[in-house]
């Protein structure tokens, strides 16, 4: 018969394995809520609403930056609050690389620096992430720079 002892140490290995289990499979998915399928990127116009983690507000006689991925041309476009802008990226899993990209040169009179700031961080741009619906941009030390929520057609 089984005494007492040998009962506690059996229940005990149970229960570390079932722990053991437990933490692997919520390992999993973390990964899995981490890995970024690239195709829910395309096809799509994500809006900016924020800048460096502070929400991002605009005038009404602007339009919304913006950015558009072409997954058959690996071309970029969008309006970066006063200019449409372009340009080719590199993707590689979850990194992400701007080339140089070109914008049209309309005077935006009083609405100058979003765009320069919101260029400047495309520029700084290394990773993407897909989370809860939003396109995130981050930078080094996975600092979020820009943050899109996906726009709807209506």
Request: charged fraction near 15%.
């Amino acid at each position: 018969m089984f005494s007492l002892k040998k009962i506690v140490l059996i229940v005990c290995a149970f229960v570390v394995s079932a722990c053991t289990q437990t933490a692997d499979v919520a390992q999993a998915n973390n990964q899995a809520n981490n890995y970024v399928e690239t195709g829910a990127l395309f096809g799509k116009t994500w809006q900016l609403v924020a800048m460096n983690n502070e929400t991002v507000s605009y005038q009404k006689q602007w339009p919304k930056p913006s950015i558009n991925f072409d997954e058959q041309k690996n071309t970029v476009s969008g309006n970066s609050g006063c200019n449409r802008f372009f340009g080719g990226y590199i993707i590689d899993g979850q990194t992400l690389e701007f080339a140089p990209l070109a914008s049209t040169k309309m005077l935006c009179q009083g609405h100058a620096n979003l765009e320069m700031d919101f260029l400047k961080a495309l520029s700084q741009v290394n990773t993407y992430k897909i989370s809860s619906g939003q396109l995130l941009l981050l930078g080094e030390n996975q600092q979020v720079l820009l943050t899109f929520n996906q726009l709807v057609a209506q």
